[in-house]
T-cell receptor
């Protein structure tokens, strides 16, 4: 039982390049989330997927797209990377979006855009 | 709008000391509160989840309390050890009617000196 896994762990991009961050969970959770963490800003929600087949914007969705490929996998795509997207990205999952859930986080992807 | 605040931002204590980390939230209509630990360069590890109907939750040397009426939660760490050094974050779900997006505090960075 690996929990939530993310690939890659580290990535360096040049401005304008694109890439996809991958996330998978093996806990049969319905909901999945993408956050970014920046110094002084804390954790901010980018996108989330309440259930397979649905996605919704979080606080800071601009510049990102997501795909809920199946129940296990939720990917985050940067179409044209910008230096402002330099951050640590975390994927999380939870059993449901109802009140009494608990979120489990992956190890993170450290992205640098030059 | 729900806001979560953690004070202090940083704390340094000698090994063996008991300590309390504070978390406050502006909207008391929460279903639960979750405490996380984050080691440098790592993801978030869930420590404790307190439901709104609970006043306390314990795991080993950790004890979390919740007082909804005053909008406060505390994380008590007994007999602190250098291995407890990390950033501790608290998070709450949004008010009823919203989906399960966690709202995080900025965190308290704890250093336990040998």
């Amino acid at each position: 039982n690996a929990g939530v896994t993310q690939t890659p762990k580290f990535q360096v991009l040049k401005t304008g390049q694109s890439m996809t961050l991958q996330c998978a969970q093996d806990m049969n959770h319905n909901s999945m989330y993408w956050y970014r963490q920046d110094p002084g800003m804390g954790l901010r929600l980018i996108y989330y997927s309440a259930s397979e087949g649905t996605t919704d914007k979080g606080e800071v969705p601009n510049g990102y797209n997501v795909s809920r490929l199946n129940k296990r996998e939720f990917s985050l795509r940067l179409e044209s990377a910008a230096p402002s997207q330099t951050s640590v990205y975390f994927c999380a999952s939870s059993e449901a979006t109802l009140a009494s859930y608990e979120q489990y986080f992956g190890p993170g992807t450290r992205l640098t855009v030059t | 709008k729900q806001e979560v605040t953690q004070i202090p931002a940083a704390l340094s204590v000698p090994e063996g000391e008991n300590l309390v980390l504070n978390c406050s939230f502006t909207d008391s209509a929460i279903y639960n509160l979750q405490w996380f630990r984050q080691d440098p360069g790592k993801g978030l590890t869930s420590l404790l989840l307190i439901q709104s109907s609970q006043r306390e939750q314990t795991s080993g040397r950790l004890n979390a309390s919740l007082d909804k009426s005053s909008g406060r939660s505390t994380l008590y760490i007994a007999a602190s050890q250098p291995g407890d050094s990390a950033t501790y974050l608290c998070a709450v779900p949004p008010p009823p009617g919203n989906t399960g997006k966690l709202i995080f505090g900025q965190g308290t960075t704890l250093q336990v000196k040998p």
